[in-house]
């Protein structure tokens, strides 16, 4: 059974500084793994979708890799800013189960003015 | 505006009391789920439709129903809730139910406590 897992749980920085949010999956046979932001009343919003074939993607601010092999993606923020506060969460969808997702608990992130 | 909506947003009821969560997309997608959010838990699926008039289970389906007749609705039926499905629910969709790139897209959740 798939299980992921988000460390840490919670994140506290400083304005500017670049971070790195870290996600382990127990079963190497994912179809695509996607990074979401969480805010406070506003949903799930998905920020980066890396397919099992790639290494990387990028967007802004944010890039976000994944070492299929050893069960590993993180999401590196550069110069964080305080709208980067919220809740990240990972999830990866299983080679069969079709579009089922499977989430991480996520990290929490606040960024310090 | 690309969006999947849930109504209502917020909830309360008590117990046995049938209640149906809508969602809608309006984006033409194939695929739409249900899942719950719980403290500790994450996210877990409750039901999916791979596209109009065909469902299944996920992994957490007891107490809940589901129907698909048009391609764009997707509802949430609890047909006699209980205090433990309290929780926050999440509908989401996506282009096909097998496309390695298709992004999922969630709505902004319901908020549902059951006294």
């Known amino acids: 059974k798939q299980e992921v897992t988000q460390i840490p749980a919670a994140l506290s920085v400083p304005e500017g500084e670049n971070l790195v949010l870290n996600c382990s999956f127990t079963?190497?046979?994912?179809?695509?793994l996607q990074w979401f932001r969480q805010d406070p009343g506003k949903g799930l919003t998905s920020l980066l979708l890396?397919?099992?074939?790639?290494r990387e993607q990028t967007s802004g601010r944010l890039n976000a890799s994944l070492d299929k092999s050893s069960g590993r993606s993180t999401l590196y923020i550069a110069a964080s800013q305080p709208g980067d506060s919220a809740t990240y969460l990972c999830?990866?969808?299983?080679?069969?189960?079709?579009?089922?997702?499977?989430f991480g608990t996520g990290t929490r992130l606040l960024v310090s003015p | 505006e690309a969006q999947v909506t849930q109504n209502p947003r917020y909830l309360i009821t008590v117990t046995g009391k049938k209640l149906t969560v809508t969602c809608s997309q309006n984006?033409?997608?194939?695929?739409m789920s249900w899942y719950r959010q719980d403290p500790g838990l994450g996210l877990r699926q409750i039901y999916y439709?791979?596209?109009?008039?065909?469902?299944d289970k996920g992994d957490v389906p007891e107490g809940y129903k589901v129907s698909r007749k048009e391609k764009r609705n997707f509802p949430l039926i609890l047909e006699s809730p209980s205090p433990n499905q309290t929780s926050l629910y999440f509908c989401?969709?996506?282009?096909?139910?097998?496309?390695?790139?298709?992004?999922?897209?969630f709505g902004p959740g319901t908020r549902l406590t059951v006294t």
């Open positions: 439709s791979m596209n109009v008039e065909v469902t």
């Open positions: 079963d190497s046979a994912i179809y695509n």
């Open positions: 989401a969709s996506s282009r096909s139910s097998d496309g390695p790139g298709d992004e999922q897209y």
């Open positions: 890396i397919q099992s074939s790639q």
């Open positions: 984006m033409n997608h194939e695929y």
């Open positions: 999830a990866v969808r299983a080679d069969t189960g079709f579009q089922k997702l499977v």
